[in-house]
């Protein structure tokens, strides 16, 4: 879409159990996770999302919000959800000229963002990899990508959002916050660059531009946001676990780590390059790693290979290496690893890494990955961080981690509920034995700082597998925490949007 008022909106569409459509609409992409609940509201405007909720809040019902269905915790599908408003029809994407921004609904998947904002203005956000991922979570909880370490994260890019808020007096309003606003407002508009979804209110539209300036600077719209690259370098690089000996893991993995954390500056030669290592268990037969970096780049070719060298150094197993340059929008909707996620069954665990695991924490990590789990969907992806990131002091945005180098995902996929207890118990000892010396979890320390509130896991709130005694929103927000609890007095005074892991009233 080009223009915000091209089209009629769709609905409001009201589903119950006896629809045919309820069963399509109970699931997400975990399916881990099937909710019950008793109203879904599909909407198709922001007047229509004011309805719902205040429909929802008469009832005495509890209220999620999806937009792309891609939460891995049961937030959105589980059993406390009564009133399920799908925001997926809200999927614009337009510049809007009176705020000098590009306007993104949060139903919007990634796939449609890029091919919009590319195809219309030769720009893009600095978001992730997997492209039917929606905008309105993803934006939320801070947003990265194969961008992020050229142009930082897609929250540093926020100027403005459009939320449903309810007031003390239990009525549903529509608020715009952005940005240039002071007092509570800015707190509204601060609290979505990194807060996480369900806290505050159902967001119904975003506004990016440049963190530079206000909307009343009139640079052209192609000025606004970052230009993608024209082409980029993509790889698949691939070790045989039979050749992974536990000193060859150890020293490929402490190779990786190293280079992050000598190329990880902004202005570093290496600032376009991605890489996921996909250290996925002995039973998927390969180690593997995908990268992406800008073609245009002088010797990008070269620097690859020396980026590849380095890994290896040491290590001596020259592992298979798949290399072709492709137009930086096919390469973003047509990703090297593509998602193997939706329909399956999972639980994720993150952490973000100033520095490499130790010898000892890859050592548990190496007996983890070659145990007898036996299920090649089960590991940890290590995604490359740092570059633009640590420009953005912690507390511009909500998003707090900014010296941080890597992300690690811990993941575990299956299809077979029988099988629940067996994967869960896996990852959960794995990532706590990996983090034993602070309590079964990463907390900030000279290695470790904290987590992502996008891979949300409401283990860190149980002390059963949180022993550290650090709480699990400083695991997430660090100092950050109070003045989130500050937007969310300001502006959800009646906690009605809430899960595991939201943002406390103080």
Not at 44 to 68: F, K, L, M, N, Y
Not at 72 to 101: H, K, M
Not at 271 to 283: E, W
Not at 470 to 497: C, E, G, S, T
Request: glycine fraction near 10%; charged fraction near 25%.
């Amino acid at each position: 879409m080009t223009d915000g008022a091209s089209r009629p909106p769709l609905g409001p569409v009201r589903i119950d159990a006896a629809d045919p459509r309820y069963g399509d609409l109970i699931k997400g992409v975990n399916h881990r996770f099937t909710g019950s609940p008793d109203h879904i509201r599909i909407v198709g405007s922001a007047e229509q999302t004011v309805r719902a909720v205040q429909d929802a809040v008469d009832a005495g019902q509890r209220i999620a919000v999806r937009s792309g269905g891609h939460c891995l915790e049961d937030f959105v599908d589980g059993p406390r959800t009564r009133f399920l408003i799908d925001l997926s029809e809200l999927d614009d994407v337009f510049f809007d000229p009176e705020r000098n921004a590009f306007a993104i609904g949060p139903g919007a998947q990634l796939s449609t963002v890029y091919r919009a904002l590319y195809k219309g203005w030769g720009v893009t956000i600095p978001g992730g990899s997997c492209p039917s991922v929606a905008a309105g979570g993803h934006i939320l909880g801070g947003g990265y990508g194969p961008l992020t370490r050229l142009h930082g994260c897609v929250v540093d890019y926020l100027y403005g959002v459009e939320v449903v808020v309810v007031d003390a007096s239990g009525s549903a309003r529509k608020v715009v916050a952005t940005r240039d606003d002071e007092g509570a407002l800015q707190d509204l508009w601060w609290a979505h660059t990194g807060g996480g979804g369900g806290n505050f209110g159902v967001v119904t539209r975003y506004w990016l531009r440049s963190p530079e300036g206000s909307h009343e600077d009139s640079p052209e719209p192609s000025e606004l946001l970052p230009k993608p690259p024209a082409t980029v370098l993509d790889s698949l690089v691939t070790w045989s676990w039979d050749d992974l000996t536990r000193d060859r893991f150890r020293r490929l993995m402490r190779n990786h780590a190293e280079w992050h954390e000598r190329n990880s500056a902004p202005d570093s030669p290496y600032a376009s390059l991605f890489s996921v290592v996909g250290a996925f268990h002995r039973a998927s037969g390969a180690f593997i790693m995908s990268t992406q970096m800008d073609a245009g780049v002088p010797d990008a070719e070269r620097l690859l290979q020396e980026y590849l060298d380095a890994l290896d150094e040491g290590v001596g197993l020259r592992p298979q290496h798949m290399v072709r340059t492709r137009p930086w929008l096919e390469s973003m909707l047509h990703p090297t690893l593509p998602d193997t996620v939706t329909g399956m069954r999972s639980k994720g665990k993150a952490a973000y890494l100033l520095k490499g695991y130790t010898d000892g924490q890859l050592d548990v990590l190496y007996d983890g990955l070659t145990d007898g789990h036996g299920h090649m969907g089960a590991g940890v992806l290590f995604m490359s961080y740092g570059g633009k990131v640590g420009t953005v002091p912690p507390d511009r945005t909500a998003t707090a981690q900014r010296t941080a180098v890597i992300k690690a995902f811990y993941v575990d996929l299956w299809q077979n509920p029988a099988e629940d207890e067996e994967h869960l118990r896996w990852i959960r000892e794995l990532y706590r034995d990996v983090y034993a010396h602070s309590g079964g979890v990463p907390v900030p320390d000279d290695a470790s700082d904290g987590t992502y509130i996008n891979y949300p896991d409401g283990d860190l709130a149980d002390p059963v597998w949180n022993t550290s005694g650090v709480p699990w929103h400083h695991l997430y927000y660090k100092d950050n925490y109070p003045r989130l609890q500050r937007a969310k007095a300001a502006w959800d005074p009646k906690d009605v949007f809430r899960h595991t892991l939201s943002v406390e009233l103080p």
